[in-house]
């Protein structure tokens, strides 16, 4: 009988970033790793997920998340292999998705863990493409903005694991162009291959000019993953009636003085414009419809999720700091074994 571990690694948050977070925001312990009681479940994690939403949770504001705790282990998304079970429905062997990553195992209750299919797709799919990004992609084009068959669709951020999947998703809804901005020729290269009809280089191009070119006709659908400046040239942009699902502002996450709103916003009244904030979360009902359109998807083709990823515990750190700032293509992920 193989024997379980008796301690493991995690990551705890050090102290509280001002601006962009540091290595000195972050500490690696050792600690020690219970066995698991009634119920329970020992999962070693194979893979785990950074996401930019973790920058407001180091921030000690109140949220719709709680903020993380100095000294305590940081989370997130995370899959791996259970080694120990005292649960019947969760058995070893069996590959899980749960919320407590940034640590090489982890003993939690067998309730709060997802048995995943490995067969059906990758583990690492679970985090992205199948995982909140895609749900979050889907929630935000469909119940949030409302898109429609026909729609002119710009996505921001849109070489991100939920902008890239975004792209995709309006294409296969019937959208009749999808655009998007990224940060690097060689990400608008890719949008294009992934279907994009046209993307603009946002560090080469004021995004006002770039989403001129890209949607001369105006747009009826923005995705908005980045805010600021986007946000602005997006709302100069729209068409009558055009709807805008706000889901992220990475440009803002890392700022040490509030960030002024667009000096535009006046356009939404005699345009009809609809803004509207979301987190996925509020829409639990949607996941698995979202899963089961996904599976058509990407059996033909229609959809793709490229993955980045870093090697190692001790790596997380950095992968979430390069997220930040924007190395990713696709989901950024950190192999733990």
């Known amino acids: 009988m193989t024997s379980t571990p008796t301690t493991t690694r995690q990551i705890v948050l050090a102290s509280r970033p001002h601006g962009a977070p540091t290595d000195e925001n972050f500490r690696l312990e050792s600690v020690d790793l219970p066995e698991p ?7 070693r994690n194979e893979i785990m997920s950074v996401d930019p939403y973790m920058r407001g949770r180091m921030n000690d504001v109140k949220s719709y998340v709680p ?14 292999e259970v080694i120990a079970s005292d649960s019947a429905e969760v058995p070893v062997g069996a590959h899980v998705l749960h919320g407590l990553g940034w640590r090489e195992h982890v003993t939690l209750d067998a309730s709060n863990v997802t048995v995943i299919d490995t067969d059906a797709a990758p583990a690492s799919a679970y985090l992205g493409v199948l995982g909140m990004p895609g749900v979050t992609a889907y ?19 849109a070489a991100g694991a ?12 019937g959208a009749e162009r999808v655009v998007g901005s990224a940060g690097s020729p060689e990400k608008i290269e890719r949008l294009l291959e992934l279907g994009y009809d046209a993307a603009f280089n946002y560090k ?7 989403l001129r070119e890209v949607a001369p006709d105006g747009i009826d659908v923005y995705f908005d993953n980045v805010g600021g400046d986007h946000l602005e040239a997006a709302i100069g942009h729209l068409n009558r009636f055009g709807r805008v699902a706000m889901c992220g502002a990475i440009s803002q996450y890392n700022a040490t003085e509030p960030a002024p709103g667009p000096r535009n916003l006046f356009q939404a009244i005699g345009k009809g414009l609809t803004l509207r904030g979301f987190i996925v979360g509020q829409y639990p009902h949607l996941a698995d419809e979202y899963r089961s359109q996904a599976a058509t998807w990407l059996a033909d083709g229609r959809l793709v999720g490229d993955e980045t990823f870093r090697d190692g515990l001790e790596g997380a750190p950095r992968a979430f700091m390069d997220l930040l700032g924007g190395a990713n293509t696709g989901k950024m992920l950190v192999r733990l074994s």
């Open 67 to 80: 903020p993380f705790q100095i000294d305590a282990p940081l989370d997130g998304g995370a899959v791996g």
């Open 162 to 173: 939920v902008g890239q999947v975004a792209g995709q998703i309006a294409k296969a809804l």
């Open 204 to 210: 080469e191009t004021p995004v006002r000019e770039g």
């Open 139 to 157: 929630v935000g084009l469909t119940a949030v903005a409302g898109m429609r068959e026909g729609d002119t669709v710009f996505i921001s951020g």
């Open 37 to 43: 009681g009634q119920g329970q479940v020992l999962v």
